[in-house]
Protein backbone atom coordinates (compact mmCIF):
# COMPACT_ATOMS: atom_id res chain seq x y z
CA UNK A 1 0.00 0.00 0.00
CA UNK A 2 1.64 3.21 -1.25
CA UNK A 3 0.55 6.94 -0.06
CA UNK A 4 -2.82 7.69 0.06
CA UNK A 5 -3.64 11.46 -0.71
CA UNK A 6 -7.69 11.49 -0.34
CA UNK A 7 -6.93 9.73 3.24
CA UNK A 8 -4.30 12.35 4.08
CA UNK A 9 -5.95 15.49 3.19
CA UNK A 10 -8.82 14.41 5.65
CA UNK A 11 -6.79 13.96 8.08
CA UNK A 12 -4.48 17.44 8.00
CA UNK A 13 -5.98 19.94 10.44
CA UNK A 14 -6.02 23.55 9.61
CA UNK A 15 -6.45 26.93 11.21
CA UNK A 16 -6.41 30.33 10.82
CA UNK A 17 -4.13 32.65 12.40
CA UNK A 18 -3.89 36.59 12.40
CA UNK A 19 -1.20 37.33 10.20
CA UNK A 20 1.45 39.46 11.02
CA UNK A 21 3.53 42.49 9.53
CA UNK A 22 2.32 46.05 7.69
CA UNK A 23 -1.48 45.60 6.49
CA UNK A 24 -2.85 48.30 8.22
CA UNK A 25 -6.53 48.20 9.79
CA UNK A 26 -7.84 45.40 8.16
CA UNK A 27 -4.75 42.90 8.79
CA UNK A 28 -5.58 43.58 12.81
CA UNK A 29 -9.43 42.12 12.50
CA UNK A 30 -8.84 39.44 9.67
CA UNK A 31 -7.44 35.89 9.99
CA UNK A 32 -6.27 35.46 6.70
CA UNK A 33 -3.29 32.94 7.80
CA UNK A 34 -3.54 29.20 7.01
CA UNK A 35 -1.88 26.89 9.53
CA UNK A 36 -1.63 23.20 9.16
CA UNK A 37 -1.08 20.15 11.23
CA UNK A 38 -0.79 16.86 9.85
CA UNK A 39 -0.12 14.20 12.43
CA UNK A 40 2.92 11.41 10.92
CA UNK A 41 2.59 8.77 13.37
CA UNK A 42 -1.46 8.58 13.74
CA UNK A 43 -2.03 8.73 9.71
CA UNK A 44 -4.15 6.19 8.24
CA UNK A 45 -2.81 7.21 4.85
CA UNK A 46 0.56 5.78 5.15
CA UNK A 47 2.37 2.70 5.44
CA UNK A 48 4.71 2.20 8.33
CA UNK A 49 7.35 2.03 6.44
CA UNK A 50 6.55 5.93 4.87
CA UNK A 51 5.64 6.75 8.47
CA UNK A 52 9.37 6.06 9.14
CA UNK A 53 10.86 7.62 6.38
CA UNK A 54 8.61 11.07 7.34
CA UNK A 55 9.68 10.75 10.84
CA UNK A 56 13.47 10.56 9.80
CA UNK A 57 13.79 13.10 6.87
CA UNK A 58 11.86 15.58 8.09
CA UNK A 59 12.90 15.51 12.10
CA UNK A 60 13.81 19.03 11.85
CA UNK A 61 10.38 20.25 10.99
CA UNK A 62 8.58 18.24 13.25
CA UNK A 63 6.88 19.28 16.91
CA UNK A 64 8.12 16.95 19.91
CA UNK A 65 4.86 15.03 19.51
CA UNK A 66 5.75 14.08 15.99
CA UNK A 67 3.37 16.78 14.13
CA UNK A 68 4.64 18.85 10.96
CA UNK A 69 3.77 22.25 10.78
CA UNK A 70 2.73 24.09 7.44
CA UNK A 71 1.95 27.69 7.48
CA UNK A 72 1.49 30.24 4.48
CA UNK A 73 0.40 33.84 4.89
CA UNK A 74 0.81 34.86 1.03
CA UNK A 75 -2.06 35.78 -0.30
CA UNK A 76 -5.17 37.68 1.27
CA UNK A 77 -7.71 35.41 1.42
CA UNK A 78 -7.76 32.36 3.84
CA UNK A 79 -9.04 30.05 1.33
CA UNK A 80 -6.18 30.83 -0.93
CA UNK A 81 -3.59 30.45 1.79
CA UNK A 82 -5.38 26.86 2.85
CA UNK A 83 -4.82 25.74 -1.05
CA UNK A 84 -0.72 27.21 -0.79
CA UNK A 85 -0.53 25.41 2.11
CA UNK A 86 -1.40 21.95 1.59
CA UNK A 87 -0.37 22.32 -1.80
CA UNK A 88 3.26 23.48 -0.17
CA UNK A 89 2.54 20.07 2.28
CA UNK A 90 2.31 17.32 -0.54
CA UNK A 91 5.38 18.79 -1.97
CA UNK A 92 7.37 18.10 1.39
CA UNK A 93 5.67 14.64 1.53
CA UNK A 94 6.72 14.17 -1.84
CA UNK A 95 9.90 14.91 -1.59
CA UNK A 96 10.63 13.42 1.47
CA UNK A 97 9.06 10.00 0.50
CA UNK A 98 11.11 9.82 -2.84
CA UNK A 99 14.17 7.42 -2.77
CA UNK A 100 17.21 8.30 -4.43
CA UNK A 101 19.10 6.17 -7.60
CA UNK A 102 22.02 4.76 -5.95
CA UNK A 103 25.16 5.97 -7.99
CA UNK A 104 26.60 3.67 -10.06
CA UNK A 105 30.63 3.81 -9.97
CA UNK A 106 32.18 4.21 -13.41
CA UNK A 107 35.59 3.85 -14.48
CA UNK A 108 36.98 6.46 -16.88
CA UNK A 109 37.02 5.67 -20.67
CA UNK A 110 40.65 4.61 -22.06
CA UNK A 111 40.44 7.03 -25.14
CA UNK A 112 39.52 10.05 -22.11
CA UNK A 113 42.86 8.24 -19.96
CA UNK A 114 44.97 8.51 -22.80
CA UNK A 115 43.94 12.47 -23.77
CA UNK A 116 44.65 13.05 -19.94
CA UNK A 117 47.80 11.68 -20.23
CA UNK A 118 48.64 13.39 -23.57
CA UNK A 119 47.90 16.60 -22.60
CA UNK A 120 50.07 16.02 -18.99
CA UNK A 121 53.34 15.05 -21.54
CA UNK A 122 52.26 18.41 -23.63
CA UNK A 123 52.35 21.05 -20.39
CA UNK A 124 55.31 19.19 -18.79
CA UNK A 125 57.33 19.80 -22.27
CA UNK A 126 56.13 23.37 -22.44
CA UNK A 127 57.35 24.03 -18.81
CA UNK A 128 60.97 22.21 -19.85
CA UNK A 129 61.53 24.44 -22.98
CA UNK A 130 61.26 27.56 -20.60
CA UNK A 131 64.56 26.52 -18.84
CA UNK A 132 67.79 27.37 -20.00
CA UNK A 133 69.84 25.45 -22.20
CA UNK A 134 72.75 23.35 -21.17
CA UNK A 135 75.81 24.78 -23.11
CA UNK A 136 78.02 21.19 -21.87
Given at each position: ?34 ELSFDISNSSGLTQTEK ?85
Amino acid sequence: MKMNPEIISKELRFKAVRSGGAGGQHVNKVSSKAELSFDISNSSGLTQTEKERLLLKLKHRLTKAGVLLLQCDEARSQHQNKNLVTKRFFEVLNKALRIPKKRKPTKPSKSSIEKRLKSKKRLSEKKTNRNKPDLF
